[in-house]
């Protein structure tokens, strides 16, 4: 069964800031996906990373991929207000198609 | 880019009455859509595998006589909650992947979600 951890579950920080969320997974994954939430909101894509190495950024956000460690990160640069939400890693398991495990999700505040 | 509508996006109902939530793709085919369900500050659970023209694939635990999934066409899937009770008070989310596209970074499209709410 595939287990998929996200660290920290709640996150404060100031904006002008820099913090990393992490996400572990148990089992081998060919696709893992990263999710913004808003309150009372589904889900936004942001990222999709599909190899050992893997990087994408996106304005103050950077994620990554290390296959062989079973580990994703969320990277964020100078913290602004607009991005608090509650952000979710999700992982595809090698065959099974298209079903998607999510993390326990990190709640970001970013304060002013 | 892909557009994933759910219907309705709130619904307040007393227990006891069966509830219909409809998830369309409304511009690419989905062979497959996905329903979860997320109880507040939690993460999201998949309930379910929807395929069309076939029957559902459910997870573990998912009573599939209490969650009816139909998937008739390539651009709908319904979930029905019959003898909705307080505790399926949730938030339901469904999801789909464009079959067209043959990109493996295709990331899967999320509808609005629908709050349910049973007194």
């Known amino acids: 069964e595939l287990k998929v951890e996200q660290n920290p579950l709640f996150l404060s920080m100031q904006e002008g800031k820099n913090y990393t969320i992490y996400c572990n997974y148990s089992t081998t994954s060919d696709r893992l996906y990263w999710y913004r939430q808003d309150p009372g909101k589904s889900l936004e894509s942001l990222f999709v990373?599909?190899?050992?190495?893997a990087v994408k950024q996106e304005g103050r956000l950077m994620a990554s991929l290390d296959t062989k460690a079973r580990l994703s990160t969320l990277h964020i640069t100078a913290a602004v207000h607009d991005l608090s939400a509650t952000y979710f890693c999700a992982v595809k398991m090698t065959g099974t198609a298209s079903k998607l495990t999510f993390g326990t999700g990190t709640r970001l505040q970013v304060t002013l | 880019g892909a557009v994933v509508s759910q219907h309705p996006s709130w619904v307040i109902c007393k227990s006891g009455t069966s509830v219909k939530i409809e998830c369309r793709s409304l511009?690419?085919?989905?062979?497959?859509m996905f329903w979860y369900r997320q109880f507040p500050k939690q993460s999201l659970m998949l309930m379910a595998t929807?395929?069309?023209?076939?029957?559902?694939?459910?997870e573990q635990g998912v009573e599939k006589d209490k969650f009816l999934i139909n998937h008739a066409s390539l651009t709908l899937s319904t979930l029905t909650v019959t003898s909705a009770h307080p505790e399926d008070s949730s938030f339901y989310i469904c999801?789909?992947?464009?079959?067209?596209?043959?990109?493996?970074?295709?990331?899967?499209?999320f509808g609005d979600g629908t709050r349910l709410s049973i007194l």
């Open positions: 990373l599909l190899s050992n190495g």
């Open positions: 999801s789909a992947r464009d079959g067209g596209q043959f990109r493996v970074d295709q990331p899967q499209h």
């Open positions: 511009d690419f085919q989905a062979t497959t």
């Open positions: 929807s395929n069309e023209g076939s029957k559902a694939t459910y």
